[in-house]
């Protein structure tokens, strides 16, 4: 078992060298609103909504 644990913690210290940890949020930039005159979510009617750059949009308005 001491051995298992020893390769495991060897294995785990090799991984955070190659790979670094990232929040999944860092990766987003500013919200801001977004506006069409057209989108498929209002049923390609106008629509406003919150964005964040890199990340997408949310919370549609319709109208």
Do not use: H
């Given at each position: 078992m001491k051995?298992?644990?020893?390769?495991e913690?060897?294995?785990?210290?090799?991984?955070g060298?190659?790979v670094?940890?990232?929040?999944?949020?860092?990766?987003?930039?500013?919200?801001?609103v977004g506006?069409w005159?057209?989108?498929?979510?209002?049923?390609?009617?106008?629509?406003?909504?919150?964005?964040?750059?890199?990340c997408?949009?949310?919370?549609?308005?319709?109208?």
């Amino acid at each position: 078992m001491k051995l298992y644990r020893a390769v495991e913690n060897i294995g785990t210290r090799l991984l955070g060298m190659f790979v670094p940890r990232v929040k999944a949020e860092a990766a987003c930039g500013a919200y801001y609103v977004g506006c069409w005159s057209q989108c498929w979510q209002c049923n390609f009617g106008p629509c406003c909504a919150l964005c964040r750059e890199n990340c997408g949009c949310a919370d549609y308005a319709c109208g």
